[in-house]
């Protein structure tokens, strides 16, 4: 088991073929979420379970809710939580928002994926986030974030929000050199409910 510490290593994660938000995205998102120990957190998209696990060690007298469509990701979810002695986790398995519905209202959302159904996620969630709640997008495509952005926009009487974009690039060696192998540009954008 890792020490309790923000950023767990990639490596340290049961993997498969699901995808995983790497370590640097990881620890700017669970920044930006600002979550707090007895905190609610519905992980949409939690792929993995890395963001998921991760939130759960934040808040260690709340609950994560890891919502994941992927059968292969839930049982990894579930493997992950195990490995790293998580008891805080709920595997939810299907759809957002249909696998929304009857969740504890949130304190904290983080979106990974939205499976094209962003606007009817985001309207469920605006209805059952406390305020002063925060949700936490993670867009890889410019289309979702155009989606986002454009929702945010039209309810900007009941948000505050940002968006940054990130690049990451690892050194990686090849023969004597080391060169910057990046990542996928990942756009992360914040928005708390003021009302």
Request: hydrophobic share 40%.
């Amino acid at each position: 088991m890792a020490n309790n510490y923000l950023g767990i290593d990639d490596a340290e994660f049961i993997r498969g073929e699901v995808p995983m938000t790497k370590q640097e995205i990881r620890v700017l998102t669970l920044a930006k979420a600002r979550i707090e120990e007895n905190d609610i957190v519905w992980d949409i998209g939690a792929g993995t379970g890395s963001i998921s696990v991760e939130a759960a060690r934040q808040a260690d007298k709340g609950k994560v809710c890891a919502i994941e469509r992927n059968d292969d990701g839930v049982a990894l979810i579930r493997r992950n939580a195990e490995k790293f002695g998580i008891e805080n986790i709920e595997t939810v398995s299907g759809e957002a928002p249909d696998a929304l519905e009857n969740l504890p209202a949130p304190d904290v959302v983080i979106i990974g994926g939205s499976g094209k159904r962003l606007e009817t996620i985001l309207d469920l969630i605006s209805s059952k986030l406390k305020k002063g709640g925060r949700i936490v997008l993670n867009c890889i495509t410019v289309q979702t974030l155009a989606s986002c952005l454009s929702y945010m926009r039209e309810h900007k009487k009941n948000y505050e929000y940002e968006a940054i974009q990130v690049q990451v690039n690892r050194l990686q060696t090849v023969g004597p050199y080391e060169m910057a192998k990046a990542l996928n540009p990942i756009y992360i954008v914040t928005c708390v409910k003021i009302r």
